[in-house]
């Protein structure tokens, strides 16, 4: 009872604190994309890339910029990666080799973060600081560039302009990741987060063996890493290590840091759009989804179904024990309604159905409330969709936010879903008929099949969580799920912003007594029934060989 009354105090001051947050940071996110002042140190900026910040583009103008930025920082990233052995603070480590390099640089440039290798024994300081920790925070920044240019294609009109990527990413990065992340940072220290340029100590466990522990820069990259919903870890084991995550306060911090920006987004889209109602319709949407996923996860791992469980009281294992069972599920239910990946406890260790659900929150497409950016965008583009299903329904052309949903922006929301299901079921497909696929499970059956599906769910969502009990090292894992991280970060962006210039080029249409009420409570239950059966309908039989056969 004390567990489970400390559990629901964690969730009600979690929700009661992003309560107070969606406001004045939604409108600091709105001030910062939507004002026409540039500071001095982002003209300093502009003038170094080359860049007119007077300048809009059109969506193709912005998709080139989104895709040329994020492939120079791949190259940039995989020859920082090769060549760590040369560099300052390397700590003696060698190069990262070819395959595992492209994995990583794509991981951290596509918001992914998944890590096929363990950080504090394969990267030294320097890569760790000004590589993957500067795509942490600019790969963040590109989610909200791409969902305020497609929030601009609703609230403009005959026009092909969204605005310019070079200066939203930019400002989103100098004016709100940079300074949230100092901040958090400092809070981390003194939570007992370590932040230093040590190679590491020799210390005397009680057993009487010698252990080096690495230090590092630690406590910077955790606040970014987190508050990006980027995910990679310092350390391979990730926000379980003291180091990381110290305290029960800190990972309360951690969940909070994780979910700010994501919840506040709808408050910045409900400003844009002209009515704050509109903002409160699609948070509280994305609320019923998480609080529905976090309550079950919460039982599910806190029944005691088998002899060790019943025993205990929970499903204890693979969690840390200063967190416990529940507040670890809290955890791993909002890291995978985001799109962070961060742990602090093994997922692959979880009940049957609780580790179902962390696959089920991936495959919704993290829009509960989602990664910073992506989030928002996907609930919009289910909200086309419910229109879309409205319209069919009172025959009648459907329309948003006084845009009308014809075939073309149809094609582009259909192509949008589309993507990432085709990613994940044909590259589980692949991997569970070939041999280098199977060579790397180490479990077969349900449990084994849960495994491959975890794993390009969340490469494809751009999660970056993972399954234990999968070998993702090699070569064929390495570049099949490199290859659904990349495509499963750009062609989503591409068909976002090409429905965002659809968008744009239109002329609005005034309300009349047809139109469907998008601010309405109706509305919402629509959203969330929509959003529902299109994932029930395009995973239930990945699901039910899966995780559901596994659990019934």
């Not at 009680?206 to 230090?215: D, E, K, N, P």
């Not at 490469?459 to 399954?467: L, Y």
Request: charged share 10%.
């Amino acid at each position: 009872m004390g567990d489970t009354t400390a559990a629901i105090l964690f969730i009600a001051t979690l929700i009661a604190a992003l309560a107070v947050v969606y406001r004045p940071l939604g409108d600091h996110l709105y001030r910062v994309v939507c004002s026409t002042r540039h500071l001095r140190a982002e003209r300093v900026i502009y003038r170094l890339v080359g860049v007119d910040p007077g300048g809009e583009q059109s969506w193709s103008g912005y998709a080139r910029g989104v895709l040329a930025f994020s492939a120079v920082s791949v190259l940039f990233l995989y020859a920082f990666l090769r060549l760590q052995n040369h560099l300052w603070l390397s700590l003696g480590l060698p190069a990262v080799d070819p395959d595992g390099a492209w994995n990583t640089a794509v991981s951290f440039v596509t918001n992914t973060d998944w890590q096929s290798y363990s950080g504090e024994s394969t990267l030294g300081h320097l890569v760790q600081m000004t590589g993957l920790a500067v795509q942490n925070f600019v790969s963040a920044a590109v989610g909200i560039s791409v969902a305020v240019a497609l929030v601009r294609g609703f609230t403009r009109s005959r026009t092909d302009r969204l605005g310019n990527f070079w200066v939203d990413l930019v400002r989103v990065t100098v004016r709100v990741l940079l300074p949230i992340s100092a901040v958090a940072a400092l809070v981390l220290i003194a939570g007992g987060a370590v932040q230093n340029l040590s190679g590491g100590t020799d210390v005397h466990t009680l057993t009487g063996a010698v252990q080096h522990v690495t230090g590092g820069p630690v406590a910077s990259q955790e606040a970014i890493k987190v508050l990006g919903t980027n995910g990679g870890g310092f350390y391979n084991a990730n926000s379980a290590h003291p180091f990381e995550n110290p305290t029960a306060w800190t990972n309360w911090l951690e969940v909070f840091l994780l979910l700010a920006i994501p919840v506040s987004l709808p408050r910045t889209f409900g400003r844009m759009a002209g009515g704050d109602r509109q903002g409160y319709a699609i948070v509280a949407a994305m609320a019923v989804l998480a609080v529905g996923s976090i309550v079950t996860i919460n039982v599910l791992q806190g029944s005691h179904h088998g002899t060790v469980p019943t025993a205990v009281g929970a499903a204890t294992e693979g969690t840390e024990s200063r967190f416990g069972v529940l507040d670890s599920a809290t955890f791993a239910a909002a890291t995978t309604l985001t799109s962070t990946g961060a742990v602090n406890s093994a997922h692959d260790s979880y009940t049957p159905l609780g580790g179902g659900v962390t696959i089920l929150n991936m495959l919704l497409g993290e829009i509960a409330p989602g990664g910073t950016g992506s989030g928002l965008y996907g609930m919009l583009i289910l909200a086309v969709f419910t229109v879309f299903v409205a319209g069919l329904m009172v025959g009648r052309t459907p329309e948003y936010l006084g845009k009308k949903i014809s075939a073309r922006e149809v094609k582009f929301a259909s192509l949008y879903f589309l993507s990432t299901p085709t990613l994940v079921l044909a590259g589980t497909a692949v991997a569970i008929v070939t041999g280098w696929g199977r060579a790397g499970m180490l479990n077969s059956g349900t449990h084994g099949l849960s495994e491959v599906l975890y794993a390009f769910a969340s490469a494809s969502n751009n999660n970056g969580s993972a399954f234990a009990g999968l070998t993702v090292s090699g070569t064929g894992y390495n570049t099949a799920l490199g290859l659904c991280m990349l495509l499963g970060r750009f062609l989503p962006i591409v068909f976002v912003l090409g429905l965002a210039g659809s968008l744009a080029a239109q002329q609005p249409v005034p309300a009349s007594t047809g139109t469907l009420r998008t601010d309405q409570p109706l509305f919402v239950g629509m959203l969330v029934g929509v959003t529902l059966v299109l994932v029930a309908l395009t995973f239930l039989p990945a699901l039910a060989l899966g995780p559901l056969a596994e659990g019934l």
